[in-house]
């Protein structure tokens, strides 16, 4: 039975050479396949022995079937902004610590990528958020997010002065250091270290969690992710404030800035292994039903 993926996208970690074993394997194993293979630019450097024409990660989407993350989540996240316009679906190899969204390890490559690309796998979508910063009723940063969008202060010892409405309704007003809007997926990701809640991911739902509030009793609301969320500025004297999509800064926000967050038209599509289960990762990952030493 031919593969439902002829052509197949490989992006590694940038920057991080110790990766080019991995990359190397997993090259000459789709090779050998007889697969199609399009390399992002940087990886590209990293195979040995092959003239390879990388291409810029915004094109691998386009051009592919499937695209494998080799590295971290935030390799993962980086393939994932990229493929959001095309739902090309996205595999990750872990070389990282946590790795939420990558769940093979390089001593699994060929066992498991064997009866992935033979059709056996399990699929998930996971929903995006979309960002709009809005100054003087235009729109002058837009960015998307696969785990959070936060708000933060930023070059400043005082607190921001946040607040938040949902679908033009008034939720409340904060001081804070700032505000994290996670999905899903991005429950166990920033919004976990804070303090969130971890939602299953097929719940359509997002999580807004204060980061270290002034009043106490200001505590993480999971919401209906069929929302727009606008968060707008409460002081009366310029603030700095810094926006970030899964670490992709919005610098400059100003104090008349209006934030708008919202469900991204289209989900991102994640493959993993047919016998993957979300509360084992879970147990694995946060080491939970252990003993202490």
Request: hydrophobic letters at 40%; charged letters at 20%; proline letters at 6%.
């Amino acid at each position: 039975m031919p593969s439902p993926f002829q052509r197949i996208g490989i992006i590694g970690k940038c920057g991080d050479p110790g990766i080019a074993v991995t990359l190397n394997e997993l090259f000459r194993y789709l090779k050998t396949r007889g697969h199609d293979i399009v390399v992002d630019s940087q990886s590209a450097e990293l195979i040995a022995g092959e003239n390879i024409n990388g291409v810029h990660i915004e094109r691998l989407p386009e051009l592919c079937d499937l695209i494998i993350a080799v590295g971290g989540d935030g390799t993962f996240l980086a393939a994932a902004r990229a493929a959001a316009d095309f739902e090309t679906p996205l595999l990750g190899v872990n070389l990282g610590r946590l790795g939420f969204l990558v769940d093979i390890s390089p001593e699994q490559l060929s066992s498991r990528l064997d009866k992935i690309l033979a059709g056996e796998f399990k699929t998930e979508q996971r929903q995006m958020l979309s960002t709009h910063i809005i100054r003087d009723h235009e729109i002058i940063h837009q960015q998307t997010a696969v785990n959070e969008v936060v708000v933060h202060r930023w070059v400043t010892p005082s607190m921001i002065e946040i607040v938040t409405s949902i679908d033009g309704v008034y939720l409340n007003t904060q001081r804070s250091d700032g505000l994290i809007v996670a999905t899903p997926t991005g429950s166990t990701a920033y919004s976990l270290s804070a303090g969130g809640p971890i939602l299953h991911p097929a719940l359509n739902a997002l999580v807004l969690v204060p980061l270290n509030p002034h009043t106490l009793s200001n505590r993480p609301i999971v919401i209906d992710d069929n929302v727009v969320i606008d968060i707008r500025f409460s002081q009366t004297k310029q603030i700095n404030a810094l926006v970030t999509c899964d670490h992709m800064e919005i610098p400059d926000v100003r104090i008349n800035d209006k934030i708008v967050i919202k469900k991204a038209a289209k989900p991102i599509k994640i493959l993993h292994p047919a016998d993957h289960d979300f509360f084992h990762t879970l147990r694995s990952k946060l080491n939970w039903s252990g003993y202490p030493a």
